[in-house]
Nanobody
Framework: QVQFVESGGGLVRPGGSLKLSCVAS????????MSWYRQAPEREREWVAT????????TYLDSVEGRFTISRDNAQSTLWLQMTDLTPEDTAVYYC???????????????WGRGTQVTVSS
């Protein structure tokens, strides 16, 4: 079955950096578009970034453009999100998932992993 295991979150001060990882299994990782999403307390889950199957194209939420970088290693079925210049508004649980298409913002499955908590606070 499809599984996503996110890790790398933590508590960081404003302006700090974190690198999140997502190890996927149960499907052919290298043929699927992948995305990061996040959900802040009392807010709906929102899309953050998407990467194409071979990593040649990426797209980002406006508020993270220039600060976050999505990347992938198909041989390791791993997705990353490098986050820099973090702000308290980035505080959320971060999730990965596979997408129907590069621009759909629709996941293939309704299944979500447990996510990884990112807290930005002084």
């Amino acid at each position: 079955q499809v599984q996503f295991v996110e890790s790398g979150g933590g508590l960081v001060r404003p302006g700090g950096s974190l690198k999140l990882s997502c190890v996927a299994s149960g499907f052919t990782f290298g043929t699927d578009v992948m995305s990061w999403y996040r959900q802040a307390p009392e807010r709906e889950r929102e899309w953050v970034a998407t990467i194409s199957t071979l990593g040649s194209r990426t797209t980002y939420l406006d508020s993270v453009e220039g600060r976050f970088t999505i990347s992938r290693d198909n041989a390791q079925s791993t997705l990353w999100l490098q986050m820099t210049d973090l702000t308290p508004e980035d505080t959320a649980v971060y999730y990965c998932n596979h997408e129907t298409t590069f621009s759909s913002r629709r996941t293939i499955d309704d299944y979500w992993g447990r996510g990884t908590q990112v807290t930005v606070s002084s």
